[in-house]
Each structure stands twice: as structure tokens, then as C-alpha cells.
């Protein structure tokens, strides 16, 4: 039998590749991977560790979650944090990175 916690486990949110992977506030991008769905993934941040930018979701399916770079978004490189449901939802930092672009670029 599988522990309980490693069958919570399997049902996280695994954010896998975004693409495109760099983008200007506005821009829509995709990331895929498994548990992604509404019922998983609540909302979708940029986070460079010490801020959060909540982003727009645009279109959220199990695999992948379409979602556009927030207007207060600043330019450089962040990761990509989900915020799961449920009834201990958890701020989960994923290893897939998105370039944001100045608006000078």
C-alpha cells in the first residue's frame, strides 16, 4: 500500500515547461505539466523569492495553464509559484523559469 503522503504527493501540481519562456507584461505564455487543473491549482505567481506577481489565468486544463504576465510584473527572471486548493492550500515554487522583458526591450 502506498503512505498517505506520498499519495498526496502524486497529486500536486508539477509544473514541467513554459513556452515561450521569455515575455512583456501582457504577453500570454503557457506552462504545461500534470495536476494543473482548477480542482489543483487555485492561483499562478512570478516570484523572484522575495516578491509575488499573481498572474492572469487565461485558460487552465490538466496539463497546462495559459496565463499572462501581470501588468506590475518588474523585468527579470522568475520562477514560477502555484498556489494549490484544498483545504491546507500551499504556496508551491516550481523549477521552470520566465523571463519578463523592460518595456524598453
Given at each position: 500500500?502506498?503512505?498517505?503522503?506520498?499519495?498526496?504527493?502524486?497529486?500536486?501540481?508539477?509544473?514541467?515547461?513554459?513556452?515561450?519562456?521569455?515575455?512583456?507584461?501582457?504577453?500570454?505564455?503557457?506552462?504545461?505539466?500534470?495536476?494543473?487543473?482548477?480542482?489543483?491549482?487555485?492561483?499562478?505567481?512570478?516570484?523572484?523569492?522575495?516578491?509575488?506577481?499573481?498572474?492572469?489565468?487565461?485558460?487552465?486544463?490538466?496539463?497546462?495553464?495559459?496565463?499572462?504576465?501581470?501588468?506590475?510584473?518588474?523585468?527579470?527572471?522568475?520562477?514560477?509559484?502555484?498556489l494549490?486548493?484544498g483545504?491546507?492550500?500551499?504556496?508551491?515554487?516550481?523549477?521552470?523559469?520566465?523571463?519578463?522583458?523592460?518595456?524598453?526591450?
Amino acid at each position: 500500500m502506498i503512505p498517505a503522503s506520498v499519495a498526496a504527493q502524486a497529486d500536486f501540481p508539477r509544473l514541467t515547461t513554459v513556452s515561450p519562456d521569455t515575455g512583456k507584461i501582457g504577453d500570454e505564455l503557457t506552462v504545461e505539466g500534470k495536476n494543473l487543473s482548477s480542482q489543483h491549482v487555485k492561483e499562478l505567481y512570478l516570484t523572484d523569492g522575495q516578491h509575488d506577481w499573481k498572474t492572469e489565468i487565461v485558460e487552465q486544463t490538466d496539463t497546462a495553464i495559459k496565463f499572462k504576465i501581470p501588468p506590475d510584473a518588474k523585468a527579470g527572471r522568475f520562477d514560477l509559484m502555484v498556489l494549490t486548493t484544498g483545504k491546507n492550500p500551499s504556496l508551491i515554487e516550481q523549477p521552470v523559469k520566465v523571463t519578463v522583458e523592460g518595456s524598453g526591450s
